[in-house]
């Protein structure tokens, strides 16, 4: 359901006459209402209507209403979608049955129309409540993620990035990471003043990602600003010279065009690059590699790429 | 509601009633005394649930085919007077209902067969192999209905030890 729009209310009854009672009163209520007739019929809907909620009677012939709910709950695209069983007014080993499988509420049978309303109301005020909650989790997530100056990604990035490529490529998938840093940092901060140094840091960022964006014969490749003035790339089966060759590349990205800073005054930026090759489950001894090259870089005048195997 | 009612009956009258209710507009009291026997009458619709499980036995609603057709109309709302078709579904359903309200109040396990409805002038509908546990007669308007609770002998426990 999006702003404006009604809410979809997929009802499944094997009764003709009780989807048409249901129809009556939710339409009069302003829902949009499709029918099924079982539970594979229902299970059906829930995949091609994708309605906000499902009405789901226990006793029917095919598929009965709890086996329905047991299947939507293990239904990963199913599994959100609030259900209200209907069942007998009377007795409680459906109504605990029901509940326990996951439906978020019941309605006893024959049911008032205006109770059906209203606890539809509810229940879609529920999920809308809950998925607002699962977004606000998500943005939090981005953002306790999520370089604020930069806007790239941060260390905490990487972790998750990096425990995602484990679970699908295995631990012993090949990879290489730099660490690129920018030469003379602390002297543009020193000398120019924060506010250009953090101009210094958000143009490295954008030249750097552009360079990774180009095409090339390497797969995933991950940015994040480490801190401070350095940013790392991993990158997914990426090792040895082709890295090194990554790494230069990266290298004249940011040092091909010195920044504008005022008329007729221009900064000249390099980064000096340290290569570590290894696998991703390796992280740290891809990070102690990478880091041993960037000193070595810094100690060989800046401005250059070097490798360290982490293997 | 009379004291010398069982609990069951009880029950009956109050699904009963919350069907009427909830479902249509029309007039319904119990009744007591002898009521209909064996036929409603002439064009009688019966509709018919079996329960199946640790107790074994079938819900009846009886009602004439008139009274069928009313209650069916006042439950579509429609524009049109009702088909057979769904005054069979309508009448099934109400039976469904009846039938899943009183098994909650019997030994569990059990569930509800499908209803089935017999449409018909002047026949008598035995369920072999039953004894009457229950029969309730109401009146919607002047027409009679009756709703009867059978149960297979030699099956567990009965309504009175589940309440």
């Known amino acids: ?311 | 509601m009379s004291s010398t009612d069982s609990h069951i009956e009880r029950h009956i009258e109050e699904i009963g009633g919350a069907i009427w209710s909830t479902l249509c507009d029309l007039p319904f009291e119990r009744t007591y005394g002898p009521g209909p026997t064996g036929d409603v009458g002439a064009s009688t619709v019966t509709s018919l649930v079996h329960i199946e499980g640790t107790w074994q036995g079938a819900v009846l609603v009886q009602l004439p085919l008139s009274l069928a057709t009313t209650l069916t109309g006042a439950m579509l709302q429609g524009e049109e007077a009702p088909d057979a078709e769904e005054v069979r579904d309508a009448i099934g359903e109400l039976a469904n209902m009846m039938a899943g309200n009183l098994k909650a109040l019997l030994p569990q396990p059990s569930r509800i067969s499908l209803p089935a409805v017999v449409f018909g002038r002047d026949y008598h509908l035995s369920l072999v192999g039953t004894t009457p546990v229950a029969r309730v007669t109401f009146r919607s308007g002047d027409e009679p209905v009756v709703v009867s609770l059978l149960q297979h002998p030699g099956t567990a426990g009965g309504p009175e030890a589940a309440a």
């Open chain 1, 1 to 311: 359901m999006t702003a404006g729009t009604a809410a979809t209310v997929l009802v499944v009854d094997d009764s003709r006459t009780t989807r048409r009672i249901l129809r009556r009163a939710l339409v009069g209520a302003g829902y949009l209402v499709v029918e099924a007739g079982d539970g594979v019929e229902g299970l059906a809907a829930c995949r091609s209507e994708r309605p906000d909620l499902v009405l789901l009677d226990i006793d029917m012939p095919v598929m009965d209403g709890l086996a329905t709910l047991e299947a939507m709950k293990a239904d990963d695209e199913l599994r959100s979608l609030p259900v209200l069983f209907l069942t007998a007014r009377t007795g409680g080993t459906d109504v605990a049955a029901g509940l326990v499988l996951g439906a978020q509420d019941y309605l006893r049978k024959p049911c008032d129309p205006a109770e059906l309303t209203a606890r539809v109301a509810t229940a879609l005020r529920l999920k809308a409540q809950e998925d607002a909650l699962r977004e606000q989790a998500r943005a939090l997530t981005d953002l306790s993620s999520t370089d604020p100056l930069t806007g790239l990604g941060n260390r905490r990035r990487l972790e998750h990035q990096t425990q995602r490529l484990i679970l699908r490529a295995g631990a012993q998938a090949a990879a290489g990471l730099l660490i690129v840093d920018v030469d003379h940092f602390k002297r543009v901060n020193d000398t120019e003043g924060h506010p250009l140094g953090d101009r210094v840091l958000r143009v490295v960022a954008d030249r750097l990602q552009v360079a990774l964006d180009e095409p090339g014969p390497d797969g995933d490749r991950s940015l994040v600003r480490w801190g401070g003035e350095e940013f790392v790339v991993l990158a997914m089966g990426l090792t040895g010279a082709a890295l090194v060759a990554l790494g230069e590349r990266l290298r004249l990205a940011v040092g091909r065009t010195p920044l504008t800073v005022d008329v007729g005054k221009r900064l000249d930026i390099t980064v000096s690059v340290g290569c570590g090759s290894g696998t991703v489950g390796g992280m740290e001894a891809l990070l102690s590699a990478a880091d041993q090259a960037l000193y070595e870089a810094k100690a060989g005048g800046r401005n250059r790429v070097v490798a360290r195997d982490g293997t």
